[in-house]
């Protein structure tokens, strides 16, 4: 997988996330596990495409 689809394959998985962060968010009673882990998986993601772009 070259560095260009790795980087479009991560800003997918970031942009999923965020959707199903706000979809978790605007329920009544939002899972708020689920949505820790999610919110961390995010994190790791973001973190992922900026040491990829600096390289």
Same mark, same amino acid.
């Given at each position: 997988?070259?560095? %260009?689809?790795? $980087?479009?394959?991560?800003?997918?998985?970031?942009?999923?996330?965020?959707?199903?962060?706000? $979809?978790?968010?605007?329920?009544?009673?939002p899972?708020?596990?689920?949505?820790?882990?999610?919110?961390?998986?995010?994190?790791y993601?973001?973190? %992922?495409?900026?040491?990829?772009?600096?390289?």
């Open positions: 997988m070259s560095l %260009e689809s790795r $980087l479009a394959s991560l800003r997918n998985r970031h942009a999923e996330l965020d959707d199903k962060i706000r $979809l978790e968010q605007a329920r009544r009673m899972d708020t596990q689920s949505l820790s882990r999610m919110k961390l998986d995010k994190l993601v973001k973190e %992922e495409i900026e040491r990829l772009a600096r390289a």
